[in-house]
């Protein structure tokens, strides 16, 4: 289940049943006021509920009251090791400080911050991390490295409880997938607070992102984490920010601009698949809708299992269809059919919503489809159809739930997410 408690970040809320929250780092010398700036503001356009930034320096602490000033969404100061920073990054505003309570200075020096941060009603985040447990720790880090995380954060807890302070959150971060989901399975059960969700290190955007889907996916599915951050090995921090918002979104839990669905190819394919859902993928940027486009690499399964989509294509060698919720909607050339797509796609918001349908060209990409269709193909769709239908016990695959109406308003809003405690929210 989400956290029982919430805090609020800037305006954010975090745990309690919210909404996961995204979260990314800027990567560029914090004190370096423009690079700053511009990544933030690229973060918060791909979507960064919050940002957090290295405050190693004293400039950068200096620089925070202009960043905190300017930033279009709440900023979280990263101190390690200077209480007096933390001290610093909390007078200058900072929406939330992140620190480690075990390399800080002492208890004396975490008692100090959190006074102040109780002063301010700024709330902090604690963070563990597997490579840096406190020394009491570092044995049973060996033989029980899950245990050892999960002793490090209830202590922590326990402090920051015996301050009387409970406006904080907490992460525990491991650059092991498996001890990520084990450390905060058991945390959740054993604390109210809200956590952070990561995978400390994770790598290169290639295997970072698998290795974050994997192990924040897993914890999320089973409704734990309440804010979460990619850590990818790249200067882009937007990527995270990408990555996060389609995890979350294949979890349903969050919507943030349309959904590219698209076959895998196989041996039917005729056409330069590849190249085309790319620059599908690409144009699709810049609208933020929740549309979900389909690509098919051929019509021999006809559109069937794109008849959810609000519009998709479908291609041959020489000649493609068009196609919206089920129905065909016109054929055009191969060549032009990523361009007559998006053309479709703006009617549809030129008319609010409307499917715009042209009868004879819908017509005439009809027998287009009876030609190219062939419902005795055994296709990868069909096989898998069948599984699932074997799977289940059943003779014959279930009906395919009837398409939404043209225009029916957002069919993800009235979902609940299936995702214990939460709402489902559209960024
Ligand atoms: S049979 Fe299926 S996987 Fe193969 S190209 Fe056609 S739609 Fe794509």
């Given at each position: 289940m989400a956290s029982q408690r919430q805090i609020k970040v800037g305006g954010v809320e975090i745990g309690g049943g919210a909404p996961v929250a995204v979260q990314t780092m800027t990567?560029?010398?914090?004190?370096e006021m423009g690079a700053t700036m511009d990544q933030i503001r690229r973060v918060a356009e791909a979507g960064a509920d919050l940002v957090r930034v290295a405050v190693p320096r004293e400039k950068d602490a200096e620089a925070l009251k202009t960043i905190v000033r300017e930033s279009p969404i709440p900023v979280i100061a990263d101190i390690h090791f200077n209480y007096t920073l933390a001290l610093k990054a909390l007078d200058a505003g900072a929406h939330c400080v992140r620190l480690n309570p075990g390399n800080i200075g002492g208890p004396d020096k975490v008692g100090a911050v959190v006074k102040r941060a109780q002063e301010l009603g700024t709330p902090l985040r604690i963070g563990v991390n597997s490579g840096s447990l406190p020394a009491h720790l570092r044995e049973l880090e060996f033989t029980n490295p899950v245990e050892a995380l999960v002793a490090a954060a209830l202590g922590f807890v326990e402090l920051m409880e015996s301050l009387q302070f409970t406006n904080f959150k907490v992460s525990m971060k491991s650059t092991s997938v498996p001890n990520t989901i084990a450390s905060n399975r058991m945390l959740a059960e054993k604390i109210p607070y809200p956590l952070h969700l990561g995978i400390t290190e994770?790598?290169?955007?290639w295997s970072g992102s698998l290795k974050s889907a994997v192990g924040l996916g897993t914890l999320l599915a089973d409704g734990i984490g309440d804010t979460i951050r990619i850590s990818l090995?790249?200067?882009?921090a937007e990527e995270e920010v990408k990555v996060a918002w389609e995890i979350l979104k294949a979890l349903k839990l969050r919507e943030r601009g349309p959904v590219l669905i698209a076959c895998p190819t196989c041996g039917r394919l005729q056409f330069d698949m590849d190249t085309v859902v790319a620059e599908i993928e690409q144009r699709l940027?810049?609208?933020?809708?929740p549309i979900e486009v389909s690509v098919l690499g051929c019509a021999v399964n006809g559109i069937g299992e794109a008849r959810h989509a609000d519009f998709g294509i479908t291609g041959a060698k020489d000649m493609g269809m068009i196609y919206s919720r089920g129905e065909p909607l016109k054929k055009v050339p191969t060549e032009r059919l990523v361009d007559e797509l998006f053309a479709e796609i703006d009617r549809y918001y030129a008319a609010g919503k409307r499917v715009v349908r042209d009868e004879a060209d819908a017509a005439a990409a009809r027998a287009w489809l009876a030609e190219n269709e062939d419902a005795t193909a055994m296709t990868p769709e069909r096989l898998a159809a069948l599984e699932a239908a074997a799977a289940d016990g059943e003779e014959e695959s279930p009906e395919p739930a009837a398409p939404a109406a043209?225009?029916?308003?957002g069919r993800l809003d009235e979902q609940a997410s299936p995702v214990a405690g939460r709402r489902f929210t559209r960024a």
């Open positions: 990567k560029t010398e914090t004190a994770a790598g290169t955007k090995s790249t200067f882009h940027e810049a609208y933020e809708d043209a225009g029916a308003p």
